[in-house]
């Protein structure tokens, strides 16, 4: 069993920066691949980024590719996601997601197993 619990979203103007987290629970964390989404109103749910289990390979969508970056945290069972740059267009609901035990990294949310409650990103213009 995975619970995921996220932190660090907000408000932020346009340009700025932030952090989010993502805390795990369970022993499976280590060896389960990881990854962020998002999802704005009325708009489907989208691939932000990902991290393999063990070793730590990374993928980030194309269009947040040299402004977001995502980083794991083994010793503290903790993922982030550092975005800078932010736009307007930015502004969703970010999950967090496990593949429980999976090492392989996925950016197909069929492929999470275990999901975070979500936490809004708001940027203003």
């Known amino acids: 069993q995975v619970e995921l619990v996220e932190s660090g979203g907000g408000l932020v103007q346009a340009g700025g920066s932030l952090r989010l987290s993502c805390a795990a629970s369970g022993r499976t964390f280590i060896s389960s691949a990881m990854g962020w989404f998002r999802q704005a109103p009325g708009k489907e749910r989208e691939f932000v980024a990902a991290i393999s289990g063990i070793g730590g390979r990374t993928v980030t969508a194309d269009s947040v590719k040299r402004r977001f970056t995502i980083s794991r945290d083994d010793a503290k069972n903790t993922m982030y996601l550092q975005m800078n740059s932010l736009r307007p267009e930015n502004t969703a609901v970010y999950s967090c997601?496990?593949?429980?035990?999976?090492?392989?990294?996925?950016?197909?949310?069929?492929?999470?197993?275990?999901w975070g409650q979500g936490t809004q990103v708001t940027v203003s213009s």
């Open positions: 997601a496990a593949r429980r035990g999976i090492p392989v990294l996925a950016t197909t949310a069929t492929r999470y197993g275990a």
